[in-house]
């Protein structure tokens, strides 16, 4: 069963706009973890926030997490058309870790130029 | 370019036959994932390997078969496939997790586009 589940939301943005996607989970975790997917090709590792960690920054991208509502968030400020993409959040499936993660729906997102 | 290679990266094959997906990484990665993907949806998990051994099977149906003959490599066999099988079917790789900091990053390759005639 998939426990990281985004709001199922497609996203249509202007180029240099800010895009927030979130995703909640159900069960206790280690650590959350955000994936893109441009069109046809894999999944690209983003970010990996830890449980006892509020928020963490990447370049652009601002993740958030919140244990006490088990959500959290991704924020991609001043979009380019190259962010284009679907993304998705992950979560262990088993606290005690065995190499499974455990991916929500997705959002899609648009730039538009 | 991505650092796990699968190929190939199209497929068309009938119901009878029989191929075989690979899969190869050389980042030292010491856990294997095999997932199938379908239009929209998230990766659906198959099969992990974790130091060459076989330690989740996702209750996948027989006529996929995986194989990991040594720590670089992933392959995935295929056989009497029907068409609800038609996907993109990724490869990943990661350190294995250690239970106490939590499932590590997993790099995906671009996958295999399977189509089911």
């Known amino acids: 069963s998939q426990q990281g589940e985004e709001d199922p939301q497609a996203l249509s943005i202007q180029e240099g706009e800010n895009a927030t996607m979130n995703c909640s989970y159900k069960?206790?975790?280690?650590?959350l973890q955000w994936y893109r997917q441009n069109s046809g090709r894999g999944l690209v590792h983003l970010i990996l926030i830890r449980s006892n960690e509020r928020e963490k920054h990447s370049g652009r991208l601002r993740v958030t997490l919140d244990t006490s509502k088990k959500s959290s968030s991704l924020l991609i400020t001043a979009s380019r058309a190259a962010d284009t993409a679907s993304y998705f959040c992950a979560t262990d499936a088993s606290f005690y870790g065995n190499n499974r993660l455990a991916f929500g729906k997705g959002n899609q997102v648009v730039v538009i130029p | 370019d991505t650092e796990v290679t699968q190929t190939p990266k199209h497929l068309v094959m009938g119901m009878t036959n029989k191929k075989s997906l690979k899969c190869e990484q050389h980042?030292?990665?010491?856990?294997m994932y095999w997932y199938k993907q379908k239009a929209k949806k998230p990766p659906e998990l198959m099969f992990v390997?974790?130091?060459?051994?076989?330690?989740i099977n996702e209750s996948v149906p027989s006529r996929f078969s995986p194989e990991c003959p040594n720590s670089s490599l992933l392959n995935l066999h295929l056989h009497a496939l029907q068409p609800e099988d038609s996907a993109l079917y990724l490869c990943?790789?990661?350190?294995?997790?250690?239970?106490?900091?939590?499932?590590?990053?997993?790099?995906f390759g671009d996958g295999t586009r399977l189509s089911i005639l």
């Open positions: 980042m030292g990665h010491r856990a």
């Open positions: 990943a790789s990661s350190q294995v997790d250690l239970g106490i900091r939590g499932n590590q990053p997993q790099h």
């Open positions: 069960t206790s975790i280690n650590n």
């Open positions: 390997y974790s130091y060459e051994k076989l330690s």
